[in-house]
């Protein structure tokens, strides 16, 4: 009698949220971004001693397996990825991958296309974010303190012997903050600082705006087409720190223009 009058309460609730989500953009787009959290720290979770098992710890090995449980989260959400130019990562050696950055759903962007022995660089503050902090620092992503400009700088440093010495690929968000806006911020010179160092080449790569899908301001979140292009690689062999604002610069503009084309919108 009981399981089911708890199955009765179950089905009402059910419906009810339905309801709510049909009348109200807002409880729509809370109850979203709530079952991506709860979706992210369950996984995380669950992914972590896997990882541990396989692995036997922190390395970037770990995104293999990460990878592959973060790529189910997009059926969830009805998101549909469009890919070209995959054939661009497949550079000699290490290289600093940058992309446009634009919500907490780019995670699903990010491992949708993740190359084999890359890992990120993120902010301190992602280590203090309980299951998804540990399953990002297992899975050897570069922490670094961006109040500290000469923190950062010699996490640089040390990023650029690790490329070198372990022979990864650095995924950078120049932006260095979310930009939902449909266009890109200013790009800090970090990562171009750090490839003309290493001498490795940039390889840019750029999402469509998720803002027809997905809207803060709006409490807009539903499902959408995102369309993702891997671009050629920009060499640095040569390069000084006299040539790093030229290559923010052109970075930039060439991002720019690829990203109002994948979004259907003019330069």
Not at 75 to 83: D, P
Request: charged share 20%.
């Amino acid at each position: 009698m009981e399981l089911g009058w708890l199955l009765w309460g179950a089905a009402v609730l059910l419906l009810l949220l339905h309801v709510l989500t049909e009348l109200s953009p807002a409880v729509n787009f809370a109850l979203r971004i709530g079952l991506y959290c709860l979706l992210c720290l369950l996984c995380s979770a669950l992914t972590a001693p896997l990882c541990l098992l396989v692995n036997g710890g922190r390395t970037v090995k770990n995104m293999r397996i990460i990878k592959t449980v973060v790529k189910t989260f997009k059926y969830v959400f009805g998101l549909r990825f469009e890919v070209k130019g995959l054939e661009n990562f497949e550079v000699e050696g290490p290289a600093v991958i940058v992309s446009n950055h634009q919500s907490i759903l780019d995670m699903m962007g990010l491992m949708e296309i993740l190359p084999d022995n890359c890992t990120q660089v993120g902010k301190k503050e992602l280590m203090y974010t309980g299951t998804v902090g540990l399953i990002i620092y297992l899975g050897g992503v570069i922490f670094i303190n961006r109040k500290s400009t000469t923190s950062a700088k010699m996490v640089m440093a040390e990023v650029a012997k690790t490329m070198a010495n372990e022979n990864v690929k650095v995924w950078v968000y120049p932006e260095g903050t979310r930009n939902c806006t449909g266009d890109l911020l200013p790009f800090k010179k970090g990562a171009f600082h750090l490839a003309v160092q290493a001498q490795v080449p940039v390889i840019p790569v750029v999402y469509s705006s998720f803002t027809t899908f997905y809207n803060p301001k709006k409490n807009l979140f539903t499902s959408g087409k995102i369309k993702v292009e891997v671009l050629p690689p920009i060499e640095t062999k040569g390069l000084t720190s006299d040539d790093v604002s030229d290559l923010t610069d052109r970075c930039f503009h060439i991002m720019r223009e690829t990203l109002f084309r994948l979004s259907g919108r003019p330069s």
